[in-house]
T-cell receptor, first 113, second 115 residues
Framework: AQKITQTQPGMFVQEKEAVTLDCTYD???????LFWYKQPSSGEMIFLIY??????QNATEGRYSLNFQKARKSANLVISASQLGDSAMYFC??????????FGPGTSLSVIP | DARVTQTPRHKVTEMGQEVTMRCQPI?????VFWYRQTMMQGLELLAY????????DSGMPKDRFSAEMPDATLATLKIQPSEPRDSAVYFC?????????????FGAGTRLSVL
């Protein structure tokens, strides 16, 4: 079965510090994609970063990087230099075959001044 | 600044009434997804389309929900009759499939309350 697991329901981080949000996935597909989305309290879903299963390098987008460990089936999101505006829900997602995308349960991140 | 447009943003209705939610995907995108988000269930995929053809609606209660794409600029999600348990935020997302990449861009959502 294809599944996304996010084991941290809630996380706290001090402003300006780095934080890692965990994500593990389960799939038998060889070709797949992994995503992270941010959902602030306003409710919108904002795309952050993408990693393809065949990508050699870890994806980076500004302060966001994805720590992709294929053998362990993990795709952790690293946010460097946390800002107060990073406080939000973060969802890990996986694109499976036939373009279907499934989401994990999310991690609530709170950045403390 | 291209974005997915959903209407209405908020809908309050009484049990038994028909609800229609609309979505205008980003021009040029070839996939459209409907999700429902609740506190209890999180994000659930209801239906998705590729090139306007429905590929999967297994997550949708068939007896009361229906999803269509009458043309490339409009996707609809209907609930008839609505029930209080349908109260949720409904998101539409569109994307462009490029190889294994299909980044979805979400609309602002429709917050539905069924009384």
């Amino acid at each position: 079965a294809q599944k996304i697991t996010q084991t941290q329901p809630g996380m706290f981080v001090q402003e300006k510090e780095a934080v890692t949000l965990d994500c593990t996935y389960d799939t038998s597909d060889q070709s797949y994609g992994l995503f992270w989305y941010k959902q602030p309290s306003s409710g919108e879903m904002i795309f952050l970063i993408y990693q393809g299963s065949y990508d050699e390098q870890n994806a980076t987008e500004g302060r966001y990087s994805l720590n992709f460990q294929k053998a362990r089936k993990s795709a952790n999101l690293v946010i460097s230099a946390s800002q107060l505006g990073d406080s939000a829900m973060y969802f890990c997602a996986m694109k499976t075959s036939y373009d279907k995308v499934i989401f994990g349960p999310g991690t609530s991140l709170s950045v403390i001044p | 600044d291209a974005r997915v447009t959903q209407t209405p943003r908020h809908k309050v209705t009484e049990m038994g009434q028909e609800v229609t939610m609309r979505c205008q995907p980003i021009l040029g995108h070839n996939t459209v997804f409907w999700y429902r988000q609740t506190m209890m269930q999180g994000l659930e995929l209801l239906a998705y389309f590729r090139n306007r053809a429905p590929l999967d609606d297994s997550g949708m209660p068939k007896d009361r929900f229906s999803a269509e794409m009458p043309d490339a600029t409009l996707a609809t999600l209907k609930i008839q009759p609505s029930e209080p348990r349908d109260s949720a935020v409904y998101f539409c997302a569109s994307g462009l499939v490029l190889g294994q990449k299909n980044i979805q861009y979400f609309g602002a959502g429709t917050r539905l309350s069924v009384l």
